[in-house]
């Protein structure tokens, strides 16, 4: 499915965010609290949309990595930076050494995986004591009315969206997974769990979208 719809990919993106997307990934790349020079990965990747704030933060003699499992996403994402170190992986065993990496990043990667605490487990591993982790995802708005709004949108829109560009079927899999994801509480619960100190998050876009931040002490 995510290699079926790699090449229109970035246009839903920019339409069912309003273009905003690219704003959060600023605003939880800042959070990482990263130096130039310093050396971060992307996880589930996908077209890369991280790579652009990721090397803006790290400057030209920081190093900056990115892993998907899906080889036609991974393609168009070596567009987004051609010097990051891009890599055919999966969330749930990284292909690289204990404490590598300054900072860690996924973008509505999570809610994909089929073991949240493994991929969890993996990302601290590789992150060095005092690296932050950060991961944007969809939420369930809390509010009884932005609920109810929020469900109409992804039930109706999105799959119209989705026909629109001729991608039907993977545009229901997004209102369905969503509804199936883990709640704020239970994400943290998960990060804390894998060894997180300080887990926090905070709620974006009318509670539809949702940062979890998470330190390696």
């Not at 690219?22 to 959070?31: D, E, L, N, P």
């Not at 090397?55 to 036609?72: Q, W």
């Not at 883990?182 to 539809?208: H, P």
Request: hydrophobic residues 45%; charged residues 25%; aromatic residues 10%.
């Amino acid at each position: 499915m995510f290699a079926q719809i790699a090449p229109t990919y970035d246009r839903m993106n920019g339409l069912m965010s309003l273009r905003l997307h690219r704003r959060w990934r600023r605003f939880a790349v800042a959070s990482l609290g990263l130096s130039p020079g310093s050396t971060v990965l992307d996880v589930c990747c996908g077209t890369g949309d991280f790579l652009v704030p990721l090397r803006k933060a790290v400057g030209p003699k920081g190093r900056v990595f990115a892993g998907d499992f899906c080889l036609p996403m991974l393609e168009l994402a070596r567009d987004k930076d051609d010097r990051a170190s891009l890599a055919l992986a999966d969330a749930g065993g990284l292909p690289y050494a204990d404490e590598s990496f300054d900072g860690v990043t996924v973008g509505w990667g999570i809610r994909n995986v089929p073991d949240v605490d493994r991929v969890h487990r993996e990302i601290f591993r590789v992150l060095r004591p005092g690296g932050v982790f950060v991961s944007l995802d969809m939420a369930r708005p809390r509010g009884r009315v932005l609920g109810a709004a929020s469900a109409w949108a992804f039930n109706r829109i999105v799959p119209a969206l989705g026909r629109w560009i001729g991608q039907a079927e993977a545009y229901r899999y997004l209102p369905e997974s969503t509804q199936r994801f883990m709640t704020r509480e239970e994400l943290a619960e998960s990060m804390a769990w894998a060894g997180f100190a300080d887990v926090a998050w905070r709620d974006l876009f009318f509670g539809n979208v949702c940062l979890h931040r998470g330190k390696k002490t």
